[in-house]
């Protein structure tokens, strides 16, 4: 945005020019709430709420024999899901399976994947990743008998919440046999250069690996055309699950026939599942990598919701979301600029996904001030704001009462009247 307009008629006429104002009639909003936190928790839709009670009904009424019978039957689910969520990863529709939950899948595609030989016997991750990836990698290599401390590098931040592509091939030596990283950055929002990563990675023959919690259902991918090996995701943020939805997968076809590191009946070929042989006769394409029973009810919202994502087109989610991060961004330094925030995610678009991540000293209690303005922002500790503005169901003219609001929680210093330190749940 080269020039801005502060008024919120500006505002108001971004949302009348939204190509995509119509998906936010089919959301529930929270009420009288600016829900900005759909980055940890997207919101219910109206289609995830109808094909909830789909599922449903199809147990109420068929029974054992919902399993092959109904709209949508239980048996290929997974199947079902993961060819509908392909196009948002750029992947071939055998390629992706939607099963497990994030850090399952990681520790299958590990366990799968991780080989160590000789010298190669070493993982990279980073130092800005989610814990529970971390937890993950240092439990597989305890399980190879290796030590974590020693045998999981961690790729260092210069500045703390971002890293350099530079680094991270430095990092790519000799001694290393797998790759595992966020595709984006759960606090700052950077996005990975996921492309150069893999070409980098696959020229020294180490098999390379995604996170795509933080940018699936946000960004376009395309991760058959670069070559990733595998990536795994969580459901509940930008793709609008529901709490505890079920995970997804990749695994490129290339990888094929690579038996399951962690088998299951459901890792079996579906016309020799029910034949009960105890030899596994796995499948050929990513539901392979599956391992128990799907997860029926808790997959069920995601048919609603990826129903969604076929109308309004992930490239335009992607240029909505820019545009509505360009403008926070812009009023937060035209209209904030003396109240010591730092805006610490990246201002390169080609870099940014879809949420601002702001430092401030005292941000524990200015998200509960906000909070408190039925604003629902995302605390970070030790003093990280995260406002995702999503496309599909935020607008341009609550990201300016955002502002508008926190510059009065600023001026008047609303927020010393909180504790500065974080809830159960940040």
Same mark, same amino acid.
């Given at each position: 945005?080269?020039?801005?307009?502060?008024?919120? $008629?500006?505002?108001?006429?971004?949302?009348?020019?939204?190509?995509?104002?119509?998906?936010? *009639?089919?959301?529930?909003?929270?009420?009288?709430?600016?829900?900005?936190?759909?980055? /940890?928790?997207?919101?219910?839709?109206?289609?995830? +709420? /109808?094909? @909830?009670?789909?599922?449903?009904?199809?147990?109420?009424?068929?029974?054992?024999?919902?399993?092959?019978? &109904?709209?949508?039957?239980?048996?290929?689910?997974?199947?079902? @899901?993961?060819?509908?969520?392909?196009?948002?990863?750029?992947?071939?529709?055998?390629?992706?399976?939607?099963?497990?939950?994030? #850090?399952?899948?990681?520790?299958?595609?590990?366990? #799968?994947?991780?080989?160590?030989?000789? *010298?190669?016997?070493?993982?990279? $991750?980073? +130092?800005?990743?989610?814990?529970?990836?971390?937890?993950?990698?240092?439990?597989?290599?305890?399980?190879?008998?290796?030590?974590?401390?020693?045998?999981?590098?961690?790729?260092?931040?210069?500045?703390?919440?971002?890293?350099?592509?530079?680094?991270?091939?430095?990092?790519?030596?000799?001694?290393?046999?797998?790759?595992?990283?966020?595709?984006?950055?759960?606090?700052? &929002?950077?996005?990975?250069?996921?492309?150069? @990563?893999?070409?980098? $990675?696959?020229?020294?023959?180490?098999?390379?690996?995604?996170?795509?919690?933080?940018?699936?259902?946000?960004?376009?991918?395309?991760?058959?055309?670069?070559?990733?090996?595998?990536?795994?995701?969580? #459901?509940?943020?930008?793709?609008?699950?529901?709490? %505890?939805?079920?995970?997804?997968?990749?695994?490129?076809?290339?990888?094929? %026939?690579?038996?399951?590191?962690?088998?299951?009946?459901?890792?079996?070929?579906?016309?020799?599942?029910?034949?009960?042989?105890?030899?596994?006769?796995?499948?050929?394409?990513? &539901?392979?990598?599956?391992?128990?029973?799907?997860?029926?009810?808790?997959?069920?919202?995601?048919? %609603?919701?990826?129903?969604?994502? !076929?109308?309004?087109?992930?490239?335009?989610?992607?240029?909505?979301?820019?545009?509505?991060?360009?403008?926070?961004?812009?009023?937060?330094?035209?209209?904030?600029?003396?109240?010591?925030?730092?805006?610490?995610?990246?201002?390169?678009? +080609?870099?940014?996904?879809?949420?601002?991540?702001?430092?401030?000293?005292?941000?524990?209690?200015?998200?509960?001030?906000?909070?408190?303005?039925?604003?629902?922002?995302?605390?970070?500790?030790?003093?990280?704001?995260?406002?995702?503005?999503?496309?599909?169901?935020?607008?341009?003219? +609550?990201?300016?009462?955002?502002? !508008?609001?926190?510059?009065?929680?600023?001026?008047?210093?609303?927020?010393?009247?909180?504790? *500065?330190?974080?809830?159960?749940? $940040?």
């Amino acid at each position: 945005m080269n020039s801005l307009d502060t008024t919120k $008629a500006y505002a108001q006429k971004l949302d009348q020019e939204d190509i995509l104002k119509s998906f936010r *009639n089919d959301f529930y909003l929270p009420k009288e709430t600016i829900y900005f936190d759909g980055n /940890s928790l997207g919101l219910m839709s109206k289609q995830a +709420e /109808s094909t @909830l009670h789909t599922l449903l009904d199809s147990w109420k009424t068929y029974g054992i024999d919902g399993w092959t019978e &109904g709209e949508h039957p239980w048996f290929y689910l997974s199947e079902k @899901l993961g060819e509908m969520t392909a196009p948002l990863v750029g992947a071939h529709k055998n390629e992706v399976i939607i099963t497990g939950s994030t #850090t399952t899948n990681l520790h299958q595609l590990v366990a #799968t994947f991780f080989k160590p030989e000789g *010298n190669r016997n070493k993982i990279l $991750a980073d +130092e800005l990743n989610f814990p529970s990836d971390i937890y993950a990698l240092q439990s597989q290599l305890k399980l190879k008998g290796l030590d974590p401390k020693e045998h999981l590098i961690r790729v260092k931040s210069k500045d703390h919440n971002t890293l350099a592509t530079e680094d991270i091939i430095a990092a790519m030596t000799d001694d290393i046999a797998l790759i595992v990283l966020p595709s984006v950055l759960y606090r700052s &929002g950077q996005i990975l250069d996921m492309k150069t @990563l893999t070409t980098e $990675a696959h020229r020294r023959g180490i098999i390379i690996g995604f996170d795509l919690c933080h940018s699936v259902g946000a960004i376009p991918h395309e991760l058959a055309e670069w070559g990733v090996d595998f990536a795994f995701w969580c #459901t509940y943020k930008h793709l609008n699950g529901g709490p %505890g939805s079920v995970g997804g997968l990749y695994v490129h076809q290339k990888h094929f %026939g690579h038996a399951p590191g962690l088998a299951g009946w459901f890792s079996s070929k579906k016309d020799k599942q029910f034949d009960m042989e105890h030899t596994l006769t796995h499948a050929d394409t990513a &539901g392979a990598y599956q391992i128990g029973t799907p997860h029926v009810l808790s997959a069920a919202p995601l048919l %609603g919701s990826l129903e969604i994502f !076929q109308q309004a087109g992930i490239h335009a989610i992607r240029q909505k979301s820019l545009q509505l991060t360009s403008y926070f961004l812009e009023l937060l330094k035209t209209e904030l600029g003396d109240y010591d925030f730092v805006i610490a995610n990246p201002l390169d678009e +080609e870099i940014r996904g879809a949420h601002v991540f702001l430092e401030h000293p005292d941000a524990a209690r200015i998200c509960k001030a906000l909070k408190a303005e039925k604003i629902i922002p995302d605390f970070r500790s030790p003093n990280g704001i995260r406002i995702a503005p999503v496309a599909l169901y935020n607008t341009f003219e +609550e990201v300016w009462n955002v502002i !508008q609001i926190l510059k009065k929680i600023m001026e008047e210093k609303r927020y010393e009247k909180f504790e *500065n330190v974080r809830g159960v749940i $940040a």
